[in-house]
């Protein structure tokens, strides 16, 4: 019972937080000092939010051994849906296909969900 593992992926492209405050014309020092960060990951053209969570996901269940079918919740954290139709939640049950009993949700608000 609770978190037993967790996983993380980040794309290989980033671009710096000064050249985008640099680019977008901001104050020097509003995401590097404001926010913190040093760089943000971006995707490329074969990746989205669904390609991200199933690389997480299925590396989860190879890693550490899980069988699918033991898997009984199933919760995601996101910003973003690559279009509102479908939860990504819904594509990650691919990699449970006989287990037809996950409960979980997929929670579109980061800070929330995830």
């Known amino acids: 019972?609770?978190?037993?593992?967790?996983?993380?992926?980040?794309?290989?492209?980033?671009?710096?937080?000064?050249?985008?405050?640099?680019?977008?014309?901001?104050?020097?020092?509003r995401y590097t000092l404001g926010l913190g960060q040093d760089a943000m990951?971006?995707?490329?053209?074969?990746?989205d939010v669904n390609s991200l969570a199933l690389t997480v996901t299925h590396s989860l269940l190879e890693k550490y051994d899980i069988d699918p079918n033991d898997v009984g919740r199933l919760e995601v954290g996101t910003e973003t849906l690559v279009d509102k139709s479908k939860s990504t939640k819904t594509v990650l049950m691919d990699l449970f296909p006989n287990n037809t009993d996950v409960e979980g949700a997929t929670v579109i608000n980061a800070c929330y969900g995830g």
Do not use: C, K, N
């Open 41 to 47: 990951a971006v995707t490329g053209d074969a990746e």
């Open 1 to 29: 019972v609770g978190i037993l593992a967790m996983e993380f992926y980040t794309p290989r492209s980033y671009i710096t937080q000064a050249a985008l405050e640099s680019h977008s014309g901001v104050a020097a020092g």
